[in-house]
C-alpha cells in the first residue's frame, strides 16, 4: 500500500531547513503547500524556474503584429483617408500616429495571454476545488507532501526520517 | 534570511504572528458589518441612485441637458473624465512600479489602491460614455466591418488612441489585481465556516492551494505584469493628454502635456489613496498594518509629483509669453486674469502650494493634516482640469463666438453620483474583499515586524 506524507511546520524556515535535511537524506518531496511563497524552497525542492515569461514576450509580439496588421489594413490599404494632410500612403510614414495603439494592444496581448496561460497551467479556473490537504496551509502553516511511490524508502523509514525534522503535526494516509 | 537595517522603522507593527496577520483582515469580514459602515454604504447608495437618476435622463433627453455649448462644447464631462482617469493612476502605480523598485511599504496599501484604481477606471469610463449621446452605438468606436462602406475609425486621432489605451489599463489593471486576489480569497476561503460564503469565497479563489509551483508561476506573472503595467500606467495618462496636446487650440498644444498630466494623475492618485485609507485604518482597526511611516512614504510622492505638477505651471505661462505667439499669450493671460481666474486661483493654491506644506515632518507625519491637504489636492486636481478645458475654449479666435459655461443641475448631479457609485463600489470592496494583501504581508513580516526587528537587535 502506497501511503502519502504530510508533514505540517508553523515556520518557514523551519520547513526549508527540514526539506534541505530531507532533501539531502535522498528523500524525494513531492509538493509544498504554503500561504505565501517561501523563497529558497524551489531550488532544494526540484521546482524550475516558469517559463510564463517567455510566453508572455511571445504573446506581446503577436499583439504588435496584429496591430500593425490591422492598421495597415484599415488605414493604408483598405480605406486611405486624408486627415489633416497627414501621410496615408505608407505604414512607414504613417508609423508615428500609430505607435500608441501598437503599444497598448502589446500589452493587451501580453498580459491577457500570460494571465490565461498561467490560470491554464495552473488549473486554477472558477469553481474548481481546493487541493491543500489542510486548511490551514492557507493560513500559518507549511505543509510538505512526501509520497512512497516516489521514494525508494519504506513508509517506516519515511516515518522515522520525517519524525527527526522539527514538525508541528504529521498525517499519513493511505494512497489510492 | 534577508535581514534589514534597525534603523528602518518596522512596516508592521506590533507583536505579529502569521495568524495575527489572517485574523486581522479576514476578522472583519466574518464578524457583521459595523453600523458606521451601513451608514456610509447607505448615503453613498442614495448618492449612487440619483446619479444613475441623472445619467438616465441625460440619455433619454439627450446632453443638451448639460450646460454646453457652440464654444464650450466640452467641460465638466471631461474635466470628470480627466479627474476619475487621473485618481485612477495611483494603483498600478503602487504595485507596479513600487513593485520594480521592490519597496515593501506597498504591500499594505497595493490592494486598496488598485480596487481604487480599477472603481474610478469605471467612472472615468462613464463620461465619454454618455458625452456619446446615443450610449446604444458606442461600439462604434472599435474598428468592426460595417454597412458604411468600410468606413473605420480614425488611428490618426488620440481619442481613438484613448479607447484602447483605456481599455487595455482598465482590463490589465483588473486582471493583475485579480491575480494578487486568488490567494488570499483561498486564505478566506479556509477559514469561512457559513457553507454559502464557503462556497462563494470557494469559486472566487478558482481552487488555489498554494503548491510550490504556483507560487513560482505567481511571483513570475506579478513581476512580468507589474513590467509592463509600469510603462501602460505612463502611457495612458499621456494618451489622454494628447486629446488636448495634439488640436490647434492655444493652452492646449503643448509638448509639455504628456509628463504634466502623468505626474498630476499621480498627485491626484495619491491623494485620494490618502483619503479613503485614513479611513480604511480606523474603520477596520488597521493601524499596525497602514501607520504614521506609510502615510510619511505617499506624502513624500505627493511633495515630489505636486512640484512637477507646479513646475509644469510655471514652465506653462513662461512659454506662452516666451513663443512670442499672441493667442497662445492671451490664452495664458485670461487663464489668470479673465472670467475664470477664481478657478485658477484655486487651482495654484490648492495644487502648488498645499503640497509644499509636507516638507515639515510634523504636517508630513499628521495624520489629520494628511487626510485635509489629500481633500484638498483632489479639489485642486479637479480644478486643474476645469481651467485648462473650460479656460481655453470659452474664448474663441472669434470674439463674436466667445461663451461661458454654467453648469446644470444634471451636470452636478452625474458628477456627485459617479462619487456615490465609487464610494459605494469602494464600500463594498472594503467589507467582503482582503483589504490587505495577505499573501505579500507575510513575506515581509520576518524583515520588517516589528517584532522580529527588536528580536535581532538584541542578538
Known amino acids: 500500500m502506497n501511503k502519502v506524507f504530510h508533514v505540517m511546520y508553523d515556520d518557514d524556515d523551519t520547513l526549508k531547513d527540514a526539506a534541505s535535511a530531507l532533501v539531502a537524506k535522498g528523500i524525494r518531496v513531492k509538493d509544498v503547500f504554503s500561504p505565501f ?18 510566453a508572455a514576450f511571445m504573446y506581446a509580439t503577436t499583439g504588435t503584429t496584429l496591430a500593425l496588421l490591422g492598421m495597415w489594413y484599415f488605414m493604408i490599404s483598405d480605406w486611405p483617408m486624408n486627415i489633416g494632410g497627414k501621410p496615408s500612403f505608407s505604414l512607414i510614414e504613417n508609423l508615428p500616429a500609430f505607435i500608441p495603439v501598437t503599444f497598448e494592444f ?4 501580453g498580459a491577457h495571454g500570460m494571465a490565461i496561460t498561467y490560470l491554464l497551467r495552473n488549473g486554477t479556473l472558477p469553481g474548481m476545488p481546493a487541493s491543500n490537504p489542510d486548511p490551514r496551509s492557507t493560513d500559518d502553516k507549511f505543509i510538505m507532501e512526501i509520497t512512497t511511490e516516489q521514494n ?19 498525517s499519513i494516509k493511505d494512497y489510492k | 534570511m534577508q535581514k534589514e537595517a534597525a534603523i528602518r522603522e518596522p512596516l508592521i507593527l506590533g507583536d505579529k504572528s502569521y495568524k495575527d496577520i489572517t485574523d486581522d483582515v479576514v476578522g472583519p469580514i466574518q464578524g457583521a458589518a459595523p453600523t458606521g459602515w451601513k451608514i456610509m454604504i447607505t448615503i453613498s447608495t442614495i448618492i449612487a441612485i440619483y446619479g444613475v437618476g441623472s445619467i438616465l435622463y441625460l440619455l433619454g433627453t439627450g446632453i443638451g441637458v448639460w450646460g454646453l455649448n457652440k464654444t464650450v462644447g466640452w467641460a465638466w464631462d471631461i474635466t470628470n473624465f480627466v479627474w476619475w482617469v487621473g485618481i485612477g493612476h495611483a494603483g498600478t502605480l503602487i504595485s507596479a512600479v513600487l513593485l520594480l523598485f521592490r519597496q515593501k511599504w506597498r504591500m499594505a496599501i497595493n490592494r486598496s489602491a488598485e480596487a481604487m484604481t480599477i472603481f474610478a477606471v469605471i467612472m472615468a ?22 454597412q458604411f462602406g468600410s468606413l473605420w475609425v480614425n488611428f490618426n486621432s488620440p481619442l481613438l488612441w484613448d479607447v484602447f489605451a483605456i481599455s487595455t489599463y482598465f482590463s490589465v489593471s483588473l486582471v493583475f489585481w485579480y491575480i494578487g486576489l486568488i490567494p488570499d480569497f483561498a486564505t478566506i476561503r479556509d477559514r469561512m465556516t457559513k457553507p454559502l460564503a464557503k462556497k462563494i469565497y470557494g469559486v472566487l479563489s478558482f481552487g488555489w492551494s498554494g503548491r510550490a509551483k504556483h507560487w513560482n508561476r505567481f511571483e513570475e506573472v506579478s513581476l512580468v505584469l507589474a513590467g509592463i503595467a509600469t510603462p501602460l500606467v505612463f502611457s ?27 505626474s498630476g494623475a499621480v498627485f491626484s492618485g495619491f491623494a485620494m489613496v490618502q483619503t479613503l485609507l485614513l479611513i480604511m485604518r480606523k474603520g477596520m482597526k488597521l493601524e499596525n498594518y497602514i501607520h504614521v511611516k506609510h502615510v510619511e512614504y505617499m506624502n513624500i510622492v505627493i511633495i515630489v509629483t505636486g512640484s512637477i505638477v507646479g513646475v509644469a505651471y510655471l514652465t506653462e505661462l513662461f512659454i506662452s509669453w516666451y513663443s512670442g505667439v499672441e493667442y497662445e499669450s492671451y490664452a495664458f493671460i485670461n487663464r489668470f486674469s479673465g472670467p475664470y481666474s477664481w478657478s485658477y486661483w484655486m487651482m495654484m493654491t490648492c495644487n502648488v502650494i498645499s503640497p509644499q506644506l509636507f516638507w515639515f515632518k510634523k504636517i508630513r507625519r499628521s495624520l489629520i493634516a494628511t487626510f485635509i491637504l489629500s481633500i484638498v489636492v483632489n479639489i485642486g486636481m479637479w480644478f486643474e482640469r476645469y481651467v485648462i478645458i473650460v479656460t481655453s475654449i470659452h474664448r474663441d479666435y472669434d470674439p463674436s463666438s466667445w461663451g461661458e459655461f454654467h453648469p446644470t443641475s444634471v451636470d452636478v448631479g452625474v458628477f456627485i453620483g459617479t ?32 517584532n522580529y526587528k527588536k528580536q535581532q537587535a538584541n542578538h
Do not use: Q
Open chain 2, 125 to 146: 469610463a462613464i463620461f465619454p460614455g454618455i458625452h456619446m449621446g446615443r450610449i446604444w452605438v458606442s461600439y462604434w468606436v472599435l474598428p468592426l466591418p460595417n
Open chain 2, 419 to 450: 462619487l456615490g457609485i465609487f464610494f459605494t463600489l469602494f464600500l463594498a470592496f472594503a467589507r467582503f474583499f482582503p483589504v490587505l494583501a495577505l499573501n505579500e504581508l507575510k513575506t515581509i513580516l520576518k524583515t520588517s515586524g516589528e
Open chain 1, 37 to 54: 511563497p517561501v523563497h529558497g524552497i524551489d531550488p532544494i525542492i526540484g521546482v524550475k524556474r516558469t517559463r510564463l515569461g517567455i
Open chain 1, 106 to 109: 502589446s500589452v493587451l496581448c
Open chain 2, 236 to 262: 495612458v495618462h499621456s494618451i489622454v493628454s494628447m486629446d488636448f496636446a495634439t488640436s490647434v487650440v492655444p493652452g492646449w498644444h503643448t509638448t509639455i502635456f504628456p509628463p504634466y498630466f502623468v
Open chain 1, 152 to 170: 525508494a524508502m519504506s513508509a517506516d523509514e519515511l516515518e522515522a526520517a520525517l519524525k527527526e525534522t522539527p514538525l508541528f503535526e504529521l
